[in-house]
């Protein structure tokens, strides 16, 4: 075994065309995936405080935003919606003219290639910010279910790629699959938030989709974080009622489950860099503590390293920008 001195592993380090032609992980933009939050209205562009570089935006605006996107080589997204009203029953995300509805078919006539994901959850229209319908005071698994299909129905009909449910009710990804069926969208996919854990880091999303919880939290039905065990068996029981691909949420706090997914599975796998993982570098830089370019790209750099084949990121297009 030949060892130092002969074996220098700093050889290769010297110049940046070397550390290029030796790198193992590279950022491709066809990799990433915009979120986009659309809300009512006519000319509306809200910035969010905790999300900067992000707002809500009416139709229009957001068909203004899609096209600067795809100018600049963004070729998919992901919508949440946030509708005029919320109830007990979320009937604003499986209404045919609902908010996200109304976007998709606006997006999917004027940017007939664009890659069109939809997050499928009821989280953002229920009066009560949970992720299913309410029974003797707990979220109702089965209940939440059949809402469940006929949003991710409404979305195929308005123009969805693929639909991303991110309730972690049990059996959604099965139910989804036979509602999409059933009607005729066997091409719609199923990107299942299959990994979704009970996360610190969605702060900032919460006020973006206006989704904070009104009482209690979502423990009980999203993943515990200390676990990886069972977000095997989420994973591969989502592999078994249908998913297309799978999603580990969030990404920089849950790279070993990434790694653990892609060493047992072969379906594509994705991640979602989400609100609070983007927010804290924003705010750090914005003191001047660190780089912002540096660390995103890094942080990037390291969900891709970790085996996701794409990622659904804040920094999506300022990366365009920066690539
Ligand atoms: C909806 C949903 C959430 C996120 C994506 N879909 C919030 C939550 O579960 O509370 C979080 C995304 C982010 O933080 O960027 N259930």
Redesign the pocket.
Known sequence: MSTFPATRLRRLRRTGALRGLVRETRLDLADFVL?LFVCPGDGIDRPLEGLPGIAQRSVDELALEVGECMSLGISSVLL?GIPEEKDEEASGAYDDDGIVQRALQSLREEFPGLVLLT?V?L??YTSHGH?GVIRDGEVSNDETLELLGRTAVSHAEAGADAVCP??MMDGRVGTIRSALDDTGHEQTAIVA?SA?YASA??????EA?E?TPAFGD?RSY?MDPANVREALREVELDIQEGADVVMV??ALPCLDVIRAVRERFDLPIAA?N???E?AMVKASAARGWLDERQAALESLTAIKRAGADFVVS?WTKELARWL
């Open positions: 979120p949440f997050d959850c989280c953002e992720c991110s309730d938030y979704k880091f969605y702060g900032p999303f919460r989709a989704s979502r999203q949420k969030p979602y989400v609100s609070g983007y804040y």
